[in-house]
């Protein structure tokens, strides 16, 4: 008769001579469940750089779309760049998809996890910068509910915080960590780049031009137009329940960004509270600010920042409390 045995988070099954063990696969633990999440963004980002659309001149137009507004300094680069683009959309954009392909399948491969993170942490600035105009921030457009402060900064924080190591580089460190974020840069820088990130959000929610009266209402309204008309009703009810309140609704999210950003700071109860929050402001800003990236509507990039912001949000769970004094008291 066989059973089996239980070891290190392990599963082997003992034979009849109790000295025969087939490890099972072992489940990953939370930093690399995020990691593979992380490349499966990436994976669908190559996906969508893949539709017919993107290899005909629209792509570069887009791109030049986010050059107005701009300094100079910023500006002309990208201008060059779309313009290079419409000219070889064909070569170029099978290049980038390409790229975003190896990104998403290198973070996914245990043995290119290092190295593909430390690329798309490059490549994500480059396409801040090139692709997304730094996602508005100097113009006076950016907006959290549409995807500020870029999207693409996301993919980058993220490649930060789940990077394959451990501050002080033992396990038992690792395991001290209160979250997965915290693990590669310590507690007080994880905390810190939360923080950052989240009064961000905030502060842009409060600009003026996303805290008219109608300009949340206009940017939900226009999102409905090219989708489907059950996600088309979702936006227009949305819009209309806005309506002409746009500084009310722009003072509630700012008001939960800024107890998200505090929550990492808070005890452990108050502190799943607030990630909690952080998961449903994430999860409206990417159906109704976002309409899901606009994938629906076709010639959406990426899926925008709401997938991002919840992954992020994981990234800072509680850990699980180990019995560590137990286990020292058993082995005395």
């Known amino acids: 008769m066989s059973d089996l045995a239980v070891t290190s988070g392990r ?10 063990y087939v490890p099972a696969a072992e489940v990953p633990d939370a930093r690399r469940a995020l990691q ?6 990436w994976l669908l980002d190559a996906l969508l750089q893949y ?9 570069g137009q887009m791109l030049a779309a986010t050059a107005p507004g701009n300094p100079g300094v910023i500006a002309r680069p990208i201008t060059w760049d779309a313009t290079l683009i419409e000219h070889h959309a064909a070569a170029l954009n099978a290049a980038f998809a390409t790229v975003q392909l190896l990104l998403g399948l290198g973070i996914a491969l245990r043995p290119l996890t290092r190295f593909a993170l430390a690329a798309s942490v490059a490549w994500s600035l480059g396409v801040w910068w090139l692709g997304e105009g ?53 507690v007080r820088t994880a905390r810190a780049l939360w923080l950052v990130l989240w009064l961000s959000l905030a502060w842009f929610a409060l600009q003026p031009a996303n805290r008219a009266p109608l300009a949340l209402h206009d940017l939900i309204a226009r999102l409905a137009d ?34 998200v950003a505090a929550g990492v700071w808070l005890p452990r109860p108050v502190a799943k509270a607030t990630l909690v929050l952080a998961l449903v402001v994430a999860g409206l800003i990417w159906v ?45």
């Not at 593979?36 to 963004?41: Q, S, T």
């Open 11 to 20: 599963v082997a099954r003992r034979g009849r001579l109790g000295t025969e």
């Open 36 to 41: 593979l999440g992380l490349a499966g963004v």
């Open 51 to 59: 539709q017919q659309v993107m290899f005909t001149r629209a792509f």
């Open 134 to 186: 730094l996602g508005g921030v100097l113009n006076g457009t950016a907006n959290p509910v549409s995807g500020a402060p870029g999207a693409v900064t996301l993919y980058a924080l993220l490649a930060v915080l789940l990077w394959p190591a451990d501050r002080a580089g033992s396990a038992g460190d690792a395991e001290a960590a209160p979250f997965t974020a915290a693990r590669a840069v310590g």
């Open 226 to 259: 090219g989708e489907p008309g059950w996600l088309a009703g979702i936006e227009n009810g949305a819009a209309a329940a806005v309506g002409s309140h746009g500084l009310a609704v722009s003072i509630v999210l700012a008001a939960a960004c800024v107890l």
């Open 288 to 332: 109704v600010g976002e309409a899901f990236g606009m994938i629906l509507a076709g010639g959406a990039t990426d899926p925008n920042s709401g997938p991002l912001l919840a992954l992020l949000a994981l990234a800072y769970w509680p850990a699980k409390q180990r019995q560590a004094r137990g286990e020292r008291a058993s082995s005395c």
